[in-house]
């Protein structure tokens, strides 16, 4: 099933073309790699995945609806993005991770929050941690675990890794390669050809804002 079609989208920003007519179906299930040169519109790519951005011109749909149709706040929850430099807000690393829960108006759920940190490689004394004091790889990880603790249904992900030693790295491409095969569709702008090889089914490869080239990788 196509979970993700994008139809003829333009993105036009300060008179600039960015994003310059890009049709493209995505299954259900389906690991995707974007490469691409540096300013090629791989990000706006995403955002307009995410519906952080709209098109100027073309749509989107989403199991077969238009991105119009949707609450915004409904289909963000379903398509999870993941930027590279993340944005924790609040004080601790508490405040990020309790959020998920309240912005769904359930309780939190500490021990289910501690299970993560600890597959993240984190332990238990990072939930008080002051967010200004964790390394460019703690805040990744710390974001990471926002956007999955509930399993989106696309995960859109732009260069999360980029501050991971290779442990951890490894392990964060474990645990993304383990929420693939439990049905979550991931869409990864990486450089990482390695990565490509074994996690990918598909390369995509964006250059001035169309899709160069697409590649099955299986
Ligand atoms: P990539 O992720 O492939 O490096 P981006 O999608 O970040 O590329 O950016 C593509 C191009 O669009 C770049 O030249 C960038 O400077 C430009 N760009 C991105 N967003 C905007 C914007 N909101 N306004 C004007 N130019 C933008």
Redesign the pocket.
């Given at each position: 099933m196509t979970i993700l079609k994008l139809q003829n989208i333009h993105y036009i920003?300060?008179n600039?073309n960015?994003i310059n007519g890009i049709n493209l179906d995505i299954n259900e299930g389906e690991c995707i790699s974007i490469v691409?040169?540096?300013?090629?519109?791989?990000?706006?790519?995403?955002?307009l995945c995410s519906d952080l951005?709209s098109p100027s011109q073309g749509d989107l749909f989403f199991k077969n609806k238009n991105y119009k149709e949707y609450n915004p706040t409904e289909l963000r929850k379903k398509i999870s993005y993941c930027v590279q430099i993340p944005y924790l807000f609040g004080e601790t690393v508490y405040d990020n991770l309790s959020y998920p829960f309240e912005t769904r108006k359930e309780d939190v759920n500490k021990i289910k929050i501690l299970e993560y940190l600890y597959k993240f490689n984190l332990d238990e004394s990072y939930i008080n941690k002051d967010v200004n004091s964790l390394s460019g790889g703690e805040k990744q990880r710390i974001a990471l675990i926002r956007n999955l603790i509930y399993k989106p249904e696309i995960l859109l992900l732009?260069e999360v890794t980029s501050a991971l030693d290779k442990d951890n790295l490894k392990i964060v491409e474990g645990i993304i390669k383990d929420m693939n095969k439990s049905g979550t569709t991931v869409i990864w702008?990486t450089h990482n050809i390695e990565q490509s090889k074994s996690i990918f089914n598909r390369k995509i490869t964006?250059e001035d804002?169309i899709i160069e080239n697409e590649e099955e990788l299986n």
């Open positions: 920003s300060d600039t960015i691409g040169p540096s300013g090629s519109g791989k990000s706006t790519l995403l955002k951005i732009d702008i964006i804002g």
